[in-house]
């Protein structure tokens, strides 16, 4: 597996404790094998001094066969602890480095010697240091961040209420404004009769990403809507640039406009901030565990993805389906005059059926596919896998991994 070298493209990482998680994964050493949720650093420092010997120490191996037990009855628990041991007696040492709790054996302890207290927690103390540099350099405050994102948006005004004031009640308010102001410009339409059209696809949107073939449909606009009678209002919100219209394409090939399945095609919002306050679902509702963002992050992170993508490539992208056996992928973006498969997940989860399917039907034209997860940035043979937070760097991330790859050829 090729590894991209972060060095070169996160340039306000911490760059020792980058230094230090890439080291640690050559060598098999950590368990950091995802980013999509926070992770708390469980530091055990036990005393193994002579004064622990007979049932005290017998005792404290019981508790930490029990401490794992406990922890892991926890599900939320169980995917965020990660837990190490470091004992004390007449020195300090680690008895078990930091993993996460399911994989976490709990050693069988020996009591013995002096009491070296202070060096323990020393010890300690810097095991728990070292564990949160790996977390950061792992991108889990990113991905945080990427949530909040989801809340706010881009919109100027939100995100000034957010980030000045971290006032969520002004950022709802702002972006409420917002969407009151592109309501009322509908009825500046030039034939007021659209007026009502317009207003009726703009808020069905939700309903038709929310859905797991995303492709518009009249018919969730309104029982029995025809695309003769509402496509000039839809045309409208694409010409006022607040919604995108992504068609489907029967093949990567040049150009691209001419492979373009007119009947077929997928509309997203300008702004995710905007989806996520017209969906009506609340910022509360991106704490973990939540029905409501597990059932609509899907379509979030599609329309966030391709906010990034329409601001890097001159060509709007595409997407590409078929049908028995169904099969999408996401987008097709063009970059010079190479088109490359994209696809989104929301989770940590990395199954490419479709990206497998593309590569198998459309083989000479594939150079590069990409994908976008809760994973790190690696680069697998002819897979880009691109964390989220960093998909405004995708059209440089996909340069880097041609150079990378045409350089091994």
Not at 74 to 79: C, G, I, N, R, V
Request: hydrophobic share 40%; with cysteine.
């Amino acid at each position: 597996m090729s590894q991209i070298d972060w060095d070169r493209i996160v340039a306000d990482a911490d760059n020792e404790a980058r230094k230090k998680v890439q080291k640690e994964s050559e060598n098999g050493q950590n368990s950091l094998d995802f980013i999509s949720e926070p992770h708390v650093a469980c530091c055990l420092l036990v005393d193994t001094s002579g004064s622990m010997q007979g049932s005290k120490i017998d005792e404290l191996n019981r508790a930490l066969q029990h401490f794992k037990k406990d922890v892991c009855a926890d599900p939320l628990s169980a995917k965020r602890v990660d837990v190490c041991v470091v004992e004390f007696n007449s020195k300090a040492s680690i008895v078990t480095p930091f993993c996460p709790i399911a994989k976490f054996k709990p050693p069988t302890l020996s009591a013995h010697s002096t009491t070296a207290m202070a060096t323990g927690i020393r010890y300690a103390i810097e095991a728990v240091h070292d564990q949160v540099s790996r977390y950061h350099a792992a991108g889990i405050e990113c991905y945080e961040k990427l949530k909040m994102y989801y809340v706010t948006g881009g919109m100027p005004e939100p995100v000034l209420m957010w980030t000045e004031a971290r006032d969520v009640s002004a950022m709802q308010e702002a972006l409420s404004g917002i969407i009151g102001s592109y309501e009322r410009d509908f009825a500046k339409h030039p034939d007021i009769s659209e007026f009502p059209k317009i207003s009726m696809i703009w808020k069905s949107v939700p309903s038709q990403l929310a859905r797991e073939n995303k492709k518009f449909i009249y018919k969730v606009v309104k029982e029995g809507a025809r695309a003769r009678e509402y496509e000039d209002a839809l045309q409208w919100l694409v010409d006022a640039r607040l919604v995108h219209k992504i068609y489907r394409s029967s093949a990567p090939r040049l150009p691209v406009a001419a492979y373009d399945d007119l009947s077929a095609f997928k509309i997203y919002l300008v702004d995710v901030g905007l989806l996520r306050r017209l969906a009506q679902l609340a910022p509360t509702a991106f704490g973990e565990g939540n029905r409501l963002f597990t059932e609509f992050k899907g379509a979030l992170t599609e329309n966030f993805v391709l906010q990034t993508l329409i601001t890097q490539f001159e060509v709007v992208p595409r997407y590409w389906s078929q049908n028995n056996p169904p099969y999408e992928v996401d987008f097709l973006v063009q970059r010079e005059n190479d088109i490359f498969p994209v696809e989104v997940k929301s989770e940590a989860n990395t199954t490419s059926r479709s990206l497998r399917k593309f590569k198998e039907l459309f083989p000479d034209q594939v150079k590069l596919r990409v994908r976008f997860s809760l994973d790190n940035l690696k680069l697998d043979d002819d897979v880009l896998n691109i964390p989220l937070f960093m998909a405004d760097q995708t059209d440089r991330l996909i340069g880097l991994a041609l150079e990378q790859r045409n350089g091994k050829k």
